[in-house]
């Protein structure tokens, strides 16, 4: 892995993770916001890649300086334009309640056999995945209780993936990367090879590993080393720094190469 400083390219569009990515111990602080504006106003298209809830979501898509989001681990993308909210989800409204009720009964299972897991705070308003906190509002879970949930979830057919925070499970074969090559493709007419050569990608855990993979352009901040002994794939590039500020590092290496 090379030094995000490194970096040498001219990108259109940075997609990024949100917690640990942009955040720092749950807040975002006022230089990485800072530097999605500064992306933002020198033309790169920021779109949000996160596990985080549609409820979420929606108020990013209209709020912050982005051009669309990637919700709940790919299960839809949300595009506020041209003061309209585009949403496309990857299943229909019928297939998403049917795969409520099974996340439901797993919910009472798991939470039953990891003592020291709960629900995310968040999980009211998901409509697509069910997400197991580990460290965010609970005491941390050790990796082998970790390990547990994605099994549980593995067994059940569904599908599992480790952020920083939780364990988000659902059931549907996508993930970040299938939602956000759909997203490009509807929203801006670009294909999958092309994504390759304008496109970048940030991030910090197991979970972001599909996007390590596919783009070449891809960056982590500096705790994805508390990963790296799950992930197959690294990234290209890593920060210095962790979360917020690592985030901000790489921001300035992208606009340093467009100048």
Sequence with gaps: MKNASEFNSSLQFLFTDIDDTLTDEGHLKAGAYEALWNLHDHGIHVVPITGRPAGWCEM????????????????????????KMHRHFFFDEATQKQNRAKLKNLESEILSRVPGCDLASDQFCRLMDLAIDFCEDVPALASSEVKK???????????????????????????????????????????????????????????????????????????????????????????????????????????????
């Excluded at 294909?191 to 599909?210: H, L, M, T, V, Y």
């Excluded at 982590?220 to 799950?230: K, R």
């Design 149 to 259: 949930i994605v099994q549980i979830f593995e067994s059940h057919g569904a599908q599992a993936k480790v952020s920083s925070i939780h364990v988000n499970g659902w059931f549907g074969n996508y993930d970040k990367l299938t939602m956000t090559l759909r997203f490009l493709d509807r929203e801006f007419g670009i294909d999958a090879e092309k994504a390759k050569q304008i496109c970048g990608f940030s991030g910090d855990s197991p979970n972001d590993e599909p996007m390590f993979r596919y783009f070449p352009h891809s960056f982590a901040v500096a705790n994805i080393q508390n990963f790296l002994d799950q992930i197959k794939n690294p990234p290209t590039y890593v920060s210095k720094n962790r979360g917020g500020e690592g985030f901000t590092e790489i921001a300035q290496a992208i606009l340093a190469s467009k100048k």
């Design 60 to 83: 990013i898509a209209r709020m912050w300086p982005v051009s669309g989001i990637v919700g709940e681990n790919g299960g839809f993308y949300f595009r506020y334009h041209n003061r």
